[in-house]
């Protein structure tokens, strides 16, 4: 890739962040010598965005670090229809007030990598329900819907895979890339914005857009799509063996958030460095040649300044020294995560299995009588090898807690209310 003028499009791409870019050298002339704006889109189909999304915050973090216009875009419009690309099935549809609960919690997250104001650099959260939802049908299909080839759209490949697949594709779904394409251009009017930016899912969606533009007479206008990545497996990013990695504190901890950067595989460490934190690029280079048992320094960097960046360096900080406490020192730290139960029930005896599931280490009791059976099961640090064995207050610890542990890596803290 050629050597980019505008600080922006060349810190993107040494940090490994660019998968495709319409007119690069139109774009980085625009980045060099104009203040820009520039949106990603986001599904508010659940209350947090997960750990898959943080590629796309981090591009408009260094957006805004590099001096220009970051502009988050809630799809509380968009979201009532559901993004098809890629997907088997048709999504879930969900009502207004669904819609408008997700994206308020969603929006916590980013004031986190974002300042938000009435500045030039300040970035934006809009709304394309704003726009979308007054539209009236009639003009908008006369105004809008000339300018959409039938035949083009059902090239694409989003369209093409679900059916190919002789998966159903509803009309409602159809009208999605005509929905996003429309935004570009609104927020083009609206906003002066000139780059679309998204995960290389949304490229065609994307050039839809900008065709949009053309025929609509706004300026020029520009894509750049980031790679979708897997962990060096091949798992996909954003999931974990217990589910998705909620970048919401209320959905994870500061502490779990933190033991899934930690278990980050060695060939993907320098690589996340660079994506997921703002370190300098020397640095990184230094923490990715650290190997042998030294490469678990590096994850623990890692760990604590994507940490950092979502949660606070206290946070961090604090969930690094209980992982220190519980792994290297087999004390019971008093921030591992924490669930009660009922002190009647304790007395009473409760399944060890039972336990599990409550404590949320396990999905159901046969899972973990499955973990029993592999030898993975302890209390208080002892292993446990009775999948019948019954829990009772005469297992807590001097400290008045039990200590859950699956393997080596998760624990639990259950107290007693």
Request: charged fraction near 20%; charge should be negative; proline fraction near 3%.
């Amino acid at each position: 890739m050629s050597a980019f003028k505008s600080d922006f499009l060349r810190i993107l791409s040494e940090r490994g962040f660019v998968h495709q870019m319409s007119d690069e050298s139109g774009l980085d002339k625009l980045f060099a010598t104009e203040t820009v704006s520039a949106y990603i889109g986001f599904d508010p189909t659940a209350p947090s965005l997960h750990a898959g999304g943080l590629i796309q915050i981090m591009m408009l973090y260094w957006m805004q670090q590099t001096g220009h216009r970051p502009i988050a875009l809630m799809g509380g419009g968009t979201g009532m229809v559901g993004d098809p690309s890629f997907k088997d099935e048709a999504r879930k549809l969900m009502t207004t007030d669904t819609i408008q609960s997700n994206i308020d919690s969603i929006k916590k997250v980013f004031s986190n990598y974002l300042t938000f104001g009435e500045g030039p650099c300040d970035a934006l959260m809009v709304n394309n329900a704003d726009w979308l939802r007054p539209l009236n049908y009639l003009e908008f299909l006369r105004d809008v819907g000339q300018h959409f080839s039938v035949n083009r759209m059902l090239s694409f490949d989003s369209v093409k895979l679900r059916l190919d697949r002789e998966h159903s594709l509803s009309f409602l779904e159809f009208n999605y890339m005509i929905l996003q394409a429309y935004d570009f251009v609104e927020l083009s009017k609206r906003y002066g914005v000139r780059l679309q930016m998204g995960g290389s899912d949304q490229w065609g969606n994307i050039v839809n857009g900008i065709d949009l533009g053309h025929r609509m007479n706004t300026p020029q206008l520009y894509a750049l799509t980031s790679p979708l990545l897997t962990t060096a497996s091949g798992a996909k990013m954003g999931k974990s063996l217990n589910g998705a990695v909620w970048l919401n504190a209320d959905m994870l901890s500061a502490y779990d958030f933190w033991q899934y950067w930690r278990n980050t595989e060695d060939a993907d460490v320098e690589r996340f460095l660079k994506l997921y934190t703002a370190l300098p690029l020397d640095e990184v280079a230094r923490l990715g040649k650290l190997g042998g048992s030294e490469i678990n320094d590096a994850k623990k960097v890692l760990a604590t300044e994507v940490t950092a960046m979502l949660h606070g360096r206290e946070a961090a900080e604090q969930a690094a020294e209980t992982a220190r406490k519980t792994f290297e020192e087999g004390a019971f730290a008093d921030t591992l995560p924490t669930v009660e139960i009922a002190q009647d029930e304790l007395q009473a005896g409760i399944g060890l299995l039972a336990l599990f599931v409550t404590a949320g280490l396990a999905g159901s009791n046969g899972e973990a009588r499955r973990h029993v059976q592999g030898g993975a099961v302890r209390l208080n640090d002892t292993p446990v090898s009775d999948e019948r064995r019954m829990v009772t207050t005469a297992d807590l610890t001097a400290d008045g807690v039990l200590k859950l542990s699956l393997g080596k890596k998760k624990h639990i803290l259950v107290r007693p209310a």
